[in-house]
């Protein structure tokens, strides 16, 4: 069983205050790829110009590149000021091993997805994060458990593979992390990691196939 909990954070006590102050309309998204040594930002709902000054007037943000602009949304590459930016917020967050599932903010606040072992976990991120200064508030907790007399054939090893490959990307198009990223994240090969995914799709075809050779087999 896992737990996934919502939470919303002030930006003031966090990042981009300013940023929100001067376009308090647009939505920031944390880029999903986990690639980058710095984070980069999807902006939309404003224009580019106006992102931009906000970003100068900004002390949180020490530099900032703009790589992708399509239609409303653009992507930025973000550099931020010491002990300013999203990745101090989250390395609070994640430090008892959680995975981020979405960060976005707007109008002035943050909120995260995100998943936890147990409910424990969760407790005590919440409290790390409100004892740093924090006005966090949860917004709803959910606990994640298999169905019951829902089995499966996958190891352990494979689960954690396509689980990882969902959470980070790789089955997007495009893809937001490469195999090669992927296996580092988990800590094994590329070679193991492919191994992992051959022997994980094998399972699961044959468990979708099957049953319905044997219902042919059967008239």
Avoid at 4 to 27: G, H, K, N, S
Avoid at 175 to 182: A, D, F, G, K, P
Wanted: aromatic share 8%; net charge negative.
């Amino acid at each position: 069983m896992s737990t996934i909990a919502e939470l919303r954070l002030p930006a003031t006590e966090t990042t981009l205050a300013t940023t929100f102050e001067y376009v308090p309309d647009a939505t920031v998204e944390l880029e999903s790829s986990v690639s980058k040594t710095r984070p980069c930002l999807w902006v939309s709902g404003v224009d580019c110009e106006r992102v931009e000054t906000a970003f100068e007037a900004d002390p949180s943000v020490a530099e900032y590149e703009l790589l992708v602009e399509t239609g409303p949304r653009q992507l930025f590459d973000v550099t931020f000021a010491d002990d300013a930016g999203t990745d101090r917020l989250c390395d609070r967050l994640l430090a008892d091993g959680g995975s981020l599932l979405e960060m976005w903010g707007t109008d002035g606040w943050w909120q995260a997805r995100v998943r936890f072992r147990d409910r424990q976990t969760l407790t005590e991120a919440y409290d790390r994060l409100a004892d740093s200064g924090l006005n966090v508030d949860l917004r709803r907790v959910t606990d994640v458990t298999q169905p019951a007399g829902c089995e499966t054939r996958l190891t352990p090893e494979q689960q954690e593979a396509l689980e990882a490959a969902l959470e980070y990307g790789y089955f997007e198009i495009p893809r937001n992390i490469s195999m090669e990223e992927l296996a580092d994240e988990l800590g094994i090969s590329h070679q193991a990691l492919s191994e992992r995914f051959r022997r994980a799709y094998e399972t699961l075809v044959d468990d979708e196939l099957q049953p319905a050779n044997e219902r042919a087999r059967s008239q």
